[in-house]
Structures are given as structure tokens and as C-alpha cells.
């Protein structure tokens, strides 16, 4: 789950992590009176769940009320568009309006969860401000990696070896090792998959401080943070796929036209494999997990129908505690209560294969079966 930078930012400042004071507005008249407040100066930013705002208008640094409660008739419900959203953009309800900063240094600081080493990893990195991942590809010695055994934690001499790193001045270094400290601290406790900093700002009096904010939360994670729950902005979220969350399905939107009902995240990612392989696009990654129900399945089966891409439909089921026919089913009921009869693709393999197919055979859908993936891809090219 993603949250906006104006909440990731209250998170850190409860673990002692310093941020810019601010406030956030929802109107123009509001952000009037929190500039005017801060003296008349200010820094305004958009609140949506994507990067490159700056670059699309979403961040200005104003001189004046005026100027700052203009700015925001201009933003404020409208869909800003940035190189992270797509062209449909993500509307813009909140501002955060911050006080300005003398800044000196700006650094990257990051944790995130790493897959190949099964361990956190701490990142930074000298050129905060700007695009992490172009950094990493032209200077990738420009980015360090530490990383953190979960049996320890974190570790003082870590956090030496980071500050060193980030060339800080030796009267900086155990503020900084302080500061990561209590970065990681909140990454674990609120079950983090990204903590974010960028940048990572020292001030010209030679303070860090924490001028922009990222946090995401793990989705399996959830279930103990449920306090956090809500902090969850679905405008930001792709409708379907916050759909999916509420019914529990695995669901990410993706740009092709071939809709995959599948069980089980492996055969998921293979499934999507095979598609790209045949020279076709998948609609969607979807997993309706192993104990859905035909209400479940039938939901998962709406929900890749309302995607307007999709003109077609695989259902991959390797049948094991999910039965091949509890599927054919909520395929079968999805179309119905949509109205619709789509080209169907079907791999029905395990238990109640037979039944499953029977099912669909049945319904008068517009099905093809399949008993390999092989032949799901020669018919894709069909």
C-alpha cells in the first residue's frame, strides 16, 4: 500500500526523523493561510502517489500568498500527469505546503527489501534529487548497498560507514547514524517494503532533514497494520485493481488485451511468459488464489472484463485445493451477469478437469480448450 509523502512524513517525524514544518491544504483559501503563515515563502506539492512531479508542474516554490493561492486554483482537482501515471494522470486533492530551505548537500537514503539476498539494503548515494535508477546505470559507483543481517538489525558502525559515504562532516556523522537508525526502526514496525528519502537534505546550517518522503507498506503485512488502513487513498489506486484488493484477488492492470485467469502466482508469472512468447500481450497479472470460491472466481472474472483492452480471456487452472470446476463456474457466471461472450481460452488440468470443461462446454461460451502450453500459444497467434 502507498501512502502520500505528507503521511510518510508524519511516520518519521514519530520515529525522530526531521522534516521541513508544514501543513497540508485541500483549497486555495487554505493554502493561502499556510504560506502566509510561513512567512509569505513556500514550497507547494502536489500529494499523489507518483515521482516526476516536479517535472510535470506539481511542485513550485512561491514568493508570495498570491502567488501560492493562484497556484493552487491551477492544481487542486485537476489529474496531474507524470512520467510514473500514464496519460490518464491521478487527480490532485492535497497540497503540501512546506517552508523553504537553505540547502547545501542533497543525498539519497533509502531501505528496501531485497529478494536476492533475502535482506533489507540500506542505499545511498551522493546525488540525491535525482533519478535513482539513472544513477544506478550511469554511475554505479555513485550508489552503495549495505546491507542488513535480520538476526542483528542495524547496526552503529553501518550507519558510520553510510555517513562516511555520503562525504558528511565528522560533526554530522552521528546525527546521521542516529537518523538511519531510526529509518530502519520504522521500515521493520510498519512492516515497510520502501523507505524513501530523496532528497536527503543537509541545510546550510548543517542539519539532515528529511525534505521528501516515500513510504509503501506491504500488502501481506496488512493484517498488522491496521491501524494504517486509513491512510489508504484509493483515487490514487487503478480502480480495478483496488477493486481486486477489497476481494482479496491479486490483480495488476498491465497494457495488453489477453486476460489471464489463473491460480497461483507461479503459474501466474509463466502464464504471462507464454503470452509475450506467442507474441501477444497480457492484459493483466491475476492469481484468484487457491481456496477462491465461485463467488471469487466470478469476481476476477468481472473484473478482467471491465478492463476495456482486453478482447480475449485465458484461464489457466492447474486444479489442487481450487477444482477446475469451481473456476468454469465463475467464468461461466461472470459472462452472464456482464452479458457478454468473449473468446475463451482454457487450460483445465487437475482436480475436476473434467467437470470444469464439461462446465464451459456447456455454457455456449465461445471456448477453446487446451491441454498444453504450446497450444496456448499457437491459439494466441490465431
Known amino acids: ?84 501515471t500514464g496519460p490518464e494522470g491521478v487527480p490532485v486533492q492535497k497540497l503540501l505546503v512546506e517552508e523553504t530551505i537553505g540547502v547545501d548537500k542533497e543525498l539519497y537514503l533509502a531501505i528496501v527489501v531485497d529478494g536476492s539476498s533475502k535482506r533489507h539494503v540500506i542505499i545511498a548515494s ?64 510498519r512492516d515497510c517494503s520502501l523507505v524513501e528519502i530523496n532528497p536527503l537534505v543537509v541545510t546550510i546550517e548543517g542539519n539532515l532533514l528529511a525534505v521528501d518522503a516515500k513510504i509503501n507498506i506491504d500488502d501481506d503485512a496488512m493484517f498488522r497494520q491496521q491501524s494504517m488502513e486509513e491512510m489508504r487513498d484509493s483515487s490514487q489506486e487503478d480502480q480495478l485493481e483496488a477493486e481486486a484488493t477489497v476481494f482479496d484477488i491479486s490483480y495488476v492492470k498491465l497494457d495488453g488485451d489477453v486476460g489471464c485467469l489463473v491460480n497461483g502466482a507461479g503459474l501466474a508469472m509463466a502464464t504471462m511468459d507464454i503470452i509475450l512468447a506467442a507474441g501477444a500481450k497480457p492484459a493483466n497479472f491475476l492469481d484468484v488464489g487457491g481456496s ?31 477444482s477446475c470446476d469451481t473456476a468454469a463456474q465463475g467464468v461461466v457466471d461472470a ?41 496456448v500459444a499457437e491459439m494466441l497467434t490465431k
Open 292 to 322: 477462491a470460491t465461485v463467488e471469487k472466481c466470478t469476481k476476477a472474472v468481472e473484473i478482467i472484463l471491465a478492463d476495456s483492452n482486453v478482447s480475449r480471456i485465458l484461464v489457466n487452472i492447474f486444479g489442487g485445493i481450487l
Open 1 to 84: 500500500m502507498k501512502i502520500h509523502e505528507y503521511q510518510a512524513k508524519t511516520i518519521l517525524v514519530q520515529y525522530g526523523v526531521p522534516t521541513p514544518n508544514g501543513e497540508v491544504a485541500v483549497t486555495p483559501k487554505e493554502v493561502f493561510s499556510v504560506v502566509n503563515g510561513l512567512g509569505g515563502k513556500a514550497v507547494i506539492k502536489a500529494q499523489v502517489h507518483a515521482g516526476g512531479r516536479g517535472k510535470a508542474g506539481g511542485v513550485k516554490l512561491v514568493s508570495s500568498p498570491q502567488e501560492a493561492e493562484s497556484f493552487a486554483e491551477g492544481l487542486l482537482g485537476k489529474q496531474l500527469v507524470t512520467s510514473q
Open 126 to 189: 551522493q546525488s540525491g534529487g535525482m533519478d535513482i535508477e539513472e544513477v544506478a546505470v550511469a554511475t554505479p559507483e555513485k550508489i552503495l548497498r549495505v546491507i542488513i543481517d535480520p538476526n542483528v538489525g542495524y547496526q552503529a558502525y553501518q550507519g558510520r560507514r553510510i555517513a562516511y559515504a555520503l562525504d558528511l562532516d565528522q560533526s554530522q556523522v552521528r546525527s546521521a547514524v542516529d537518523l538511519i537508525g531510526n529509518l530502519y526502526k520504522a521500515f521493520v514496525e
Open 335 to 375: 459472462c452472464k451477469n456482464k452479458g457478454v461472450n468473449p473468446k475463451l481460452v482454457a487450460r483445465l488440468l487437475g482436480s475436476n478437469a473434467t467437470e470444469g470443461r464439461k462446465i464451459l462446454e456447456e455454457s455456449g461460451l465461445n471456448v477453446s480448450f487446451v491441454d498444453t502450453l504450446n497450444e
